[in-house]
């Protein structure tokens, strides 16, 4: 690959340089989704895998700590062995892409390691492109394990010339395009202003260098060695599993002639629960109890879990002991399945009191009874030489607290634009 320098790895992702591992994750996976050659129009492969080949070269560096200190230090160079890049042992980029494409380089580059023709002259059977997606669940989906089957649609090797593409006993000759390399050179915009050289699968002979004459061509495949052909497949998610979790249906991608067929890989993404957090094994949800319970104590059903159960607490009050907000309960073996074990995690519930609504005391005899039955205060005898009786507001804000002082106590994180342009405002005593 060649002008590696002028390639903004931050721009070819929509990032800023400040952007957090989090944020890279995100656009990375944005970015391959949108520029997978299996998601696109088939004219539109040639660029779409470009974009994704340099989407994927930025996430690789940019998410590793270590690499993207060397790239904000030295740019690109510092992976480039032909100008002393390398510092300290970094992997040349072609090796970076070699394990990102399962050792075939990208399109089926000739020459790397892995391949006929490679370091060595191995003769290893390649391995085509892994298919990766996301797939949404839901906690309870998690939580209980689900089997689903669908429908999946790829190319199998021709069975009737068996990948060759041609009839029996006829010979190819040479592609003219790209006179039996398999590859062609083009130049491709992968950002403003950014132009890179790239190999491509030339779509003349499919990257197999040679060709069939229209007559010689095996009459079912048309010479593209492949056939389209359907099957069910089972994706199966175990009990426990967590975000970010890889199912991997091995070698169920595309075949292709002289290669292993790569994998499906559906990587989990764990859909927001309205009543439930989940941290690894343990989960978390609102105790909502009222006033009174709260003081006297309960015994009904808090939560509804995951599997449909009812969770039933029945709380206690002895000696005039109460829940107050935020208290923890914790519910011991109630959390998330533990992957190839029987445990649980945790349930923790955290407690929210719900104050009834004003004027609920309709008269003073229901005002003194309550009075009456909570504790009294202790000695309020004031020893002030002077009182002062005050109004006061109910319901007050805290972003008040301070706000526009600049002093990072305030109650507000954010300044007026006035004030971050010329300074704190004293005003005039």
Same mark, same amino acid.
């Given at each position: 690959m060649n002008d590696v320098d002028e390639i903004d790895l931050y721009?070819?992702?929509?990032?800023?340089?400040?952007?957090?591992?989090?944020?890279?994750?995100?656009?990375?996976?944005?970015?391959?989704?949108?520029?997978?050659p299996d998601k696109v129009a088939e004219h539109e492969r040639v660029e779409a895998e470009v974009r994704f080949k340099a989407a994927k070269q930025a996430y690789e560096i940019l998410y590793d700590d270590e690499k993207r200190h060397l790239y904000d230090t030295h740019g690109m160079s510092a992976f480039d062995p032909s100008r002393g890049g390398g510092m300290g042992g970094e992997p040349d980029i072609d090796d970076i892409f070699a394990q990102m494409f399962g050792g075939m380089g990208f399109g089926g580059m000739p020459g790397m390691g892995g391949m006929p023709g490679g370091p060595g002259g191995r003769d290893v059977p390649r391995k085509g492109r892994d298919v990766e997606q996301q797939y949404e669940v839901t906690l309870e989906e998690l939580y209980k394990g689900k089997?689903?089957?669908?429908?999946?649609?790829?190319?199998?090797?021709?069975?009737?010339?068996?990948?060759?593409?041609?009839?029996?006993?006829?010979?190819?000759?040479?592609c003219s395009v790209c006179h039996g390399k398999g590859t062609k050179t083009v130049l491709r915009q992968v950002g403003p202003g950014m132009v890179m050289q790239d190999n491509v699968v030339?779509?003349?002979c499919s990257g197999s260098g040679s060709l069939f004459k229209d007559k010689e061509r095996c009459k079912r495949c048309k010479g593209k060695k492949v056939t389209e052909s359907k099957n069910v497949l089972e994706l199966y998610i175990p009990r426990g599993a967590r975000q970010g979790d890889r199912i991997v249906l091995a070698g169920?991608?595309?075949?292709?002639?002289?290669?292993?067929?790569?994998?499906?890989?559906?990587?989990?993404?764990?859909?927001e629960h309205t009543t439930f957090d989940r941290a690894g094994n343990d989960l978390r949800a609102d105790l909502k109890v009222t006033l009174v319970e709260a003081l006297t104590g309960f015994n009904k059903v808090v939560?509804?879990?995951?599997?449909?159960?009812g969770i039933q607490l029945h709380v206690q009050q002895p000696h005039g002991k109460v829940l107050r907000p935020g208290q923890v309960l914790?519910?011991?073996g109630e959390g998330m399945p533990m992957k190839k074990s029987d445990a649980k995690g945790d349930l923790y519930l955290v407690v929210d009191i719900e104050f009834p609504e004003d004027g609920w005391i309709k008269n003073d005899a229901a005002l003194q009874k309550i009075r009456d039955a909570l504790p009294t205060p202790g000695n309020s005898?004031?020893?002030h030489d002077e009182i002062e009786q005050v109004e006061?507001?109910?319901?007050?804000?805290? &972003?008040?607290?301070?706000?526009?002082? @600049?002093? =990072?106590?305030?109650? !507000?994180?954010? &300044?007026?634009?006035?004030?971050?342009? @010329?300074? =704190?405002?004293?005003? !005039?005593?």
């Open positions: 721009e070819v992702l929509g990032i800023t340089n400040g952007a957090s591992k989090t944020d890279i994750k995100k656009a990375y996976h944005k970015a391959a989704l949108l520029n997978h089997t689903t089957k669908f429908s999946n649609t790829k190319n199998v090797i021709c069975q009737t010339c068996k990948g060759s593409g041609g009839k029996p006993g006829a010979k190819p000759h040479e030339c779509s003349t169920e991608a595309d075949q292709l002639p002289d290669q292993e067929p790569g994998d499906i890989i559906f990587e989990l993404v764990e859909i939560v509804t879990h995951l599997d449909g159960r914790k519910v011991p005898e004031s020893k006061f507001e109910f319901d007050a804000d805290m &972003e008040e607290f301070g706000a526009g002082s @600049g002093d =990072p106590r305030a109650g !507000t994180e954010w &300044e007026d634009e006035d004030d971050e342009a @010329g300074g =704190p405002q004293c005003a !005039t005593q």
